[in-house]
C-alpha cells in the first residue's frame, strides 16, 4: 500500500527538484534544463540587489507568517479543550463542523465576504457601527497597512482553526482515562484537570506542529494575500509568493522565481533545524 | 489492489510522456490553433460553427484535422509561456503581450518564416501589406537584415479612446454637453448634488485596472500635459510614465480634489472588476471612457441593459478631456498591427507549412466574411447594397449552434474587414441598430487630434526585468495621490513617483531613450501646437 504515496512524492517532489538548477541558469524554456546557459549566483544578486520589493516581501512574509503563528496557533489547542468537554455527542459534532466547514472554502469566496463584510462605507460591519454612533469615520480594516494585517490573520484563524483542532482532539482521546479519574478522586476541578493531565499529554503533539509551523515560516501561500491584497496596502501585503509572481512568472522569468524558491526553502531548513535543535534541547522529542 | 495502482500509475506516466503527435496514421494532419476563450454563456469553441466550417472548407479538402485550443484570454501570456516551457502549445499561437514575444525570439523559440510566406501565402499578404509585415520583422542574428518571425494582425479601426456621459442626467440637469474640463466639472458637481443616481450616484466611474493601471488613467491626466515643455525624446523615453510628464501632476491633483468631492468611487481601490459593470447598468454611473463603441456592443450592451433599469436613460458620446494649455482634444490610436501570430519552433516543416496556409485561406475574403459575420438569417439578417451585414443579433440573443466569436476566431484581422477602408469606416455604425448616429459621433471624436501610440522595433530588456514591478507601483501611485489628504499631496506624489523610478522604471526609461536616439521606435509625438 506504500507504493502510491511512495511513487506520488517521486514524480510530484523529487522529480521535479532536479528543475532547482535553473536558479543557476540563464533559462531558455525553448532550450529547457540541459541547453541553458551557466551563469553561476547571477540570478539570486539580481533578486536581491536589483528588485527592491523583495526586502519588504520578505519582510511581510515573516510578519504575516509570525502573526499568523501567534495569534492562531493556541486557538486549536483551546478550541480542542472545549470541543472535548461538551457532553452531548450531537452538539459536539455540530460545533466541529461548523467549526472546520470554512476549511474547505476557496479563498476565492472568502475574498468576496471579506470584503462584503470589511469594505469601507458599504461593508456591513461598518455600516453597522456607524449606524448604531459606535463609530463615526469608517474602520479602514482593508484599506489601511497595520489595519489590513490584522485583518488578515484574523480571517486565516478563522479559515484554519476548526481544521487544527482535528489533530488536538485526536490527541486528547489518546489521553489515559484513568489519568482523569485520578485526577478527579485527588479533588481536581475542571481547570486543574486541563492544566495538569490535558495540556501535558498533549504537549508532544503541541511541540511537533509548532516546529512544523515554524518550518513554514517563510512559505506563504499565493492566493490568500493575493485575494486579499490590494494596491492601497501594497507595502504591507506584498509577500514572497505575490513577489515571485509578478517577478517571475509574469514575465517569464522561471529562472528568479526559482532562485527566490531555494532561498525560501534554504531558509526554512535553517529554521526548522533551529526549532528542532531547541525543542530537543527542552526534553522534547522532535521531528528527527 | 496493488497491481490496479501500480498500472494506473503507470498509465499516468505514460500519459504525461506523451507529445501531441502532429501526424496521425492514415495520412491526416492535425493542426492545433489557439483561440481565445471569453466565456460566452451557451457557446463552446472546441465545436462551435466556425471549426466546422473551417474543417469543412479548408480541413476536410487539404486532409487536415483543424483543433481550436481555447485559451483565457485574460490570462493567454501566462498560459501560454506554461505551455511553451512544456511545449505543448498549438501549432499557431497568438498574443498581446509583445514583451513575451520579444523574448521567445531572444531565447530563438520560434519558427522563422519568411520563405513560408512567399511560397505559401499570396492572400495573406496582400491582406497585411508589406509595411505591417515589418512589425513582425526582428534583427536577430545581428547581420543587419531582419528576419520575418511574427505575423501581425492587422488591425482595422485604430481607434481606441470612447468618453460617455448620461444624456438623460445632462437634460436632468438642464445642461449641455461639457466642451472641456472646467464644464465637466461642474457637470461633475452637479449631477452629485442632485443625485441623479440615487444614493449610489456616482459621477465619475474610476476603477483599478490592475494589469496595467495607468492605461486608461492617462486620459484624465494627459489633458494637463503642458506639450510645449516635452521634448519628442522625452514623449518615447516616457512612454510607458506619462505620469511623470511635465504637468501631469496637475492631473493627479484634479483627481484628487474629485475624489475629495466624493465624485469618484470611494473604494475603487478595492473593488472588483465586475463591480464596475454592474454599477455602470445599474445607472449610477455619469461618465465612464472605454472604447468608442463600448456602451452598444452585442456581448456587452451598457446601453440596453442599463435602460432596462433606469428607463429613459441613455450614454452619449462627449468629448470633453480638452488640453488646458492649447485646447486640443488628443486621443491616442492603436499602431497599425494587433495582436502577434507565432509558429512554435519545435513544429515540424510540415505542420508549419499547414500553419501557413491555414493563414492564407482565412486571408480570402469569402472565408474571412463567414468566420466574422457568421451564418445570414441567423447571425445577421440580412446585407446592405455594400455588401455589410446589417440587423446584427446579440450573442445572447444567437441559438446556441450559431454563437460565435467574430474577432477571436478570424485572428489576422483585428476587428470587421469589408474590403476597403471606405466600407469599413461606414461598417463601423451599421452593428449597432439604432444607435448608428451615436456611434458615429464617438469614432468622429476618437479620430481627432490622433496621435499613435507608441512601440519599439527592438526588444526593451528592463520592461521585462522591471515592467510588472513598475506597473505594481503605478497601482499603488495611483492610489495613493488620488485617495491623500490634499494638503499632503505634493509629498506623497514625489514619493511615489520615486517608488516608481526606484522599481525600475529609470531602467525603461534609459533604454526607451537609447532605442529612440537609435532611431528604433514607431508611433507619433503629438508635439505642441503650431502657432496659427
Known amino acids: 500500500m506504500l507504493v502510491l504515496p511512495v511513487a506520488f512524492y517521486l514524480i510530484f517532489c523529487y522529480k521535479p527538484m532536479a528543475g532547482v538548477v535553473i536558479a543557476f541558469q540563464k533559462y531558455n524554456l525553448f532550450k529547457g534544463i540541459f541547453g541553458s546557459k551557466w551563469v553561476g549566483l547571477d540570478n539570486f544578486k539580481f533578486v536581491i540587489e536589483k528588485m527592491r520589493d523583495f526586502p519588504i516581501a520578505l519582510y511581510n512574509t515573516l510578519l504575516l507568517n509570525m502573526m499568523g503563528l501567534i495569534a492562531g496557533f493556541p486557538v486549536p489547542i483551546i478550541l480542542a479543550i472545549m470541543l472535548n468537554e461538551i457532553r452531548s455527542t450531537k452538539a459536539k459534532r455540530l460545533s466541529q463542523t461548523l467549526l472546520y466547514l470554512p476549511h474547505f472554502l476557496s479563498w476565492v469566496i472568502i475574498g468576496g465576504m471579506v470584503l462584503q463584510i470589511f469594505a469601507p462605507t458599504t461593508g456591513v460591519i461598518n455600516q453597522l457601527l456607524l449606524s448604531w454612533g459606535v463609530i463615526d469615520k469608517n474602520i479602514p480594516f482593508l484599506t489601511d497597512g497595520i489595519h489590513w494585517q490584522i485583518t488578515y490573520t484574523l480571517v486565516g484563524v478563522w479559515q484554519s482553526m476548526g481544521w487544527g483542532t482535528i489533530l488536538y482532539l485526536s490527541a486528547i482521546t489518546g489521553i489515559n482515562m484513568e489519568l482523569f479519574e485520578a485526577a478527579k478522586i485527588d479533588g481536581a476541578n475542571k481547570l486543574q484537570q486541563v492544566w495538569h493531565v490535558t495540556l501535558p499529554g498533549i504537549r508532544g503533539t503541541i511541540v511537533v506542529l509548532l516546529i512544523l509551523n515554524v518550518g513554514q515560516m517563510m512559505n506563504i501561500g499565493f492566493d490568500r494575500p493575493y485575494i486579499m491584497g490590494n494596491p492601497l496596502v501594497q507595502d504591507y501585503c506584498d509577500v514572497l509568493s505575490t513577489f515571485v509572481y509578478r517577478a517571475g512568472i509574469t514575465n517569464a522569468k522561471f529562472e528568479r522565481a526559482t532562485a527566490i524558491g531555494l532561498f525560501q526553502s534554504v531558509v526554512g531548513l535553517i529554521m526548522i533545524s533551529l526549532a528542532n535543535l531547541a525543542a530537543k534541547r527542552m526534553g522534547e522529542q522532535g521531528i528527527w | ?532
Open chain 2, 1 to 532: 489492489m496493488k497491481k490496479l495502482f501500480s498500472m494506473l500509475l503507470v498509465l499516468a506516466m505514460l500519459l504525461s510522456c506523451f507529445a501531441m503527435p502532429a501526424v496521425a496514421e492514415d495520412g491526416w494532419a492535425t493542426l492545433r490553433v489557439e483561440v481565445f476563450d471569453r466565456n460566452v454563456a451557451g457557446f463552446n469553441l472546441e465545436d462551435c460553427m466556425q471549426l466546422h466550417y473551417v474543417q469543412e472548407k479548408f480541413g476536410d479538402p487539404n486532409h487536415i484535422k483543424v483543433e481550436f485550443v481555447p485559451v483565457s484570454r485574460w490570462d493567454e501570456g501566462e498560459i501560454l509561456t506554461t505551455q511553451m516551457s512544456g511545449t505543448t502549445a498549438p501549432d499557431i499561437c497568438i498574443t498581446y503581450n509583445g514583451n513575451l514575444v520579444n523574448q521567445y525570439i531572444d531565447m530563438g523559440g520560434l519558427k522563422q518564416l519568411d520563405d513560408l510566406l512567399n511560397e505559401y501565402a499570396p492572400n495573406l499578404k496582400a491582406f497585411l501589406g508589406d509595411e505591417l509585415l515589418t512589425y513582425g520583422q526582428f534583427d536577430t542574428d545581428e547581420d543587419g537584415v531582419k528576419e520575418q518571425y511574427v505575423i501581425p494582425a492587422r488591425r482595422i479601426a485604430v481607434a481606441n479612446v470612447g468618453n460617455f456621459i448620461r444624456g438623460d442626467w445632462l437634460a436632468a440637469l438642464n445642461m449641455e454637453k461639457p466642451t472641456n474640463i472646467e464644464e465637466f466639472e461642474a457637470y461633475l458637481v452637479a449631477a452629485k448634488n442632485a443625485n441623479l443616481g440615487g444614493q449610489m450616484t456616482i459621477p465619475l466611474d474610476f476603477g483599478l485596472f490592475k494589469s496595467d493601471p495607468l492605461i486608461n488613467v492617462k486620459r484624465f491626466t494627459d489633458p494637463f500635459i503642458d506639450y510645449s515643455k516635452v521634448t519628442e525624446e522625452d514623449w518615447f523615453a516616457y512612454s510607458l510614465n506619462h505620469e511623470m510628464l511635465p504637468g501631469s501632476k496637475d492631473g493627479y491633483k484634479w483627481l484628487n480634489k474629485l475624489y475629495h468631492e466624493g465624485l469618484i468611487n470611494e473604494s475603487f481601490a478595492i473593488q472588483d472588476d465586475d463591480t464596475g459593470d454592474r454599477y455602470r447598468v445599474q445607472g449610477y454611473f455619469g461618465f465612464f471612457s472605454q472604447q468608442p463603441d463600448q456602451p452598444w456592443r452585442t456581448d456587452k450592451n451598457f446601453e440596453t441593459e442599463m435602460e432596462k433599469n433606469v428607463p429613459g436613460s441613455y450614454w452619449t458620446p462627449v468629448n470633453c478631456l480638452k488640453n488646458v494649455y492649447d485646447n486640443r482634444t488628443l486621443h491616442d490610436v492603436y499602431a497599425p498591427n494587433g495582436l502577434s501570430i507565432i509558429i512554435p519552433g519545435w513544429v515540424s516543416d510540415e505542420t508549419a507549412i499547414n500553419a501557413i496556409k491555414y493563414l492564407d485561406w482565412m486571408s480570402e475574403y469569402e472565408n474571412m466574411f463567414f468566420l466574422q459575420n457568421g451564418t445570414e438569417g441567423k447571425n445577421y439578417l440580412a446585407v446592405n447594397e455594400d455588401g455589410i451585414p446589417i440587423q446584427v443579433q446579440a450573442t445572447d440573443t444567437v441559438e446556441d449552434a450559431y454563437k460565435m466569436h467574430a474577432g477571436d476566431v478570424c485572428f489576422i484581422s483585428n476587428g470587421l474587414f469589408y474590403g476597403s477602408d471606405e466600407k469599413n469606416a461606414a461598417a463601423t455604425a451599421i452593428p449597432f441598430t439604432g444607435y448608428e448616429d451615436l456611434v458615429k459621433e464617438s469614432y468622429g471624436y476618437a479620430y481627432t487630434d490622433t496621435w499613435t501610440s507608441v512601440s519599439f522595433s527592438v526588444a526593451i530588456q528592463a520592461e521585462t526585468d522591471f515592467g510588472e514591478m513598475v506597473k505594481s507601483k503605478q497601482g499603488e501611485f495611483l492610489v495613493k495621490v488620488v485617495t491623500c489628504a490634499p494638503e499632503e499631496f505634493d509629498a506623497v506624489y514625489d514619493e511615489a513617483i520615486q517608488a516608481i523610478l526606484n522599481a525600475g522604471a529609470q531602467d525603461i526609461i534609459d533604454e526607451h531613450r537609447a532605442a529612440y536616439q537609435a532611431g528604433n521606435f514607431r508611433g507619433t509625438f503629438p508635439g505642441a501646437p503650431t502657432a496659427e
